[in-house]
């Protein structure tokens, strides 16, 4: 929230520059760059928004490495962050099972306490089981495993029918539906257990650095409406573009 303040400040000043004349605000880049020599950045905060990065992300070495070389101390076990990619790599890898098996080792209450991700889990597995071409399987398994829950959910029902679709086709990708024989859908269901996983041991489920750089692009945008000013278009370098006047 620091950088959040920061940029929020500085949208405020600028407004009220902006406000005084009929025209945008041209800032020069002595200007700007002096502004920001001015913002007093800890670097204990830009330390803990990295480990909160790596940690959230699943970069165990990485972690370590940094916390040895900065001091910085995680907000959690590292331990625990190698059982977490054990459980998101098997189900990137299609292993739903032994996934479900490690999610239960690692703390039995999530799949109790999350239906959703539960359903989700299993609807993965069926999904496998057709990619498998193991047709006969995957209908005894959509039958005794999922459809009771669809009787109880409709939004279950509709996944339910959706992934059963793809056993209509010869080639299931040529299914309306057929997206869900993508890796995408592999790595989505890995991605909301990763985040079940990490609410489970009271950590963020998403890493706060995309979401400072979001703020910081709308800001920007914002700032284009009220001056003319030096602003980054490339986030991978963070160089600054000379206002347009």
């Known amino acids: ?4 303040r920061i940029v929020l400040r ?10 005084m004349a009929s025209s945008k605000k041209v800032v020069t880049r ?20 990295v480990m909160n990065f790596l940690v959230t992300e699943g970069f165990v070495d990485a972690a370590d490495k940094f916390r040895m070389e900065s001091g910085t101390q995680p907000e959690i076990d590292l ?11 098997a189900v990137q890898s ?10 239960n080792d690692l703390n039995p209450t999530i799949l109790d306490t999350n239906p959703q991700l539960y359903f989700h889990l299993q609807q993965q597995k069926l999904i496998e089981l057709i990619r498998a071409g ?23 029902l509709e996944e339910i029918e959706k992934t059963v679709a793809l056993l209509v086709f010869e ?3 040529n299914c309306p539906y057929g997206e869900l024989l993508d890796v995408s859908q592999r790595l989505k269901t890995a991605s909301e257990v990763n985040a079940a996983i990490l609410t489970s041991q009271s950590h963020e489920k998403d890493p706060k650095l ?32 000379d206002p347009s006047i």
């Open 1 to 4: 929230m620091f950088l959040s």
């Open 79 to 89: 331990a625990t962050i190698t059982d977490r990619m054990e459980v998101k790599k």
């Open 171 to 173: 080639d299931g990708k």
């Open 134 to 156: 193991k047709i006969s399987e995957a209908l005894e398994f959509a039958q005794e495993e999922l459809a009771p829950r669809g009787e109880e959910n409709q939004t279950f």
């Open 210 to 241: 995309p979401s400072l750089l979001k703020m910081l692009l709308w800001t920007q945008n914002q700032l284009d409406e009220k001056a003319a000013y030096p602003r980054i278009k490339d986030f991978t370098t963070a160089a600054l573009e």
């Open 10 to 19: 500085d949208l405020d000043s600028i407004d009220s520059l902006a406000s």
């Open 94 to 103: 299609g292993n739903v099972q032994e996934a479900i098996e490690k999610i």
């Open 30 to 49: 002595d200007e700007w760059e002096r502004k920001l020599r001015d913002v007093k950045i800890r670097k204990e905060d830009m330390n803990r928004l």
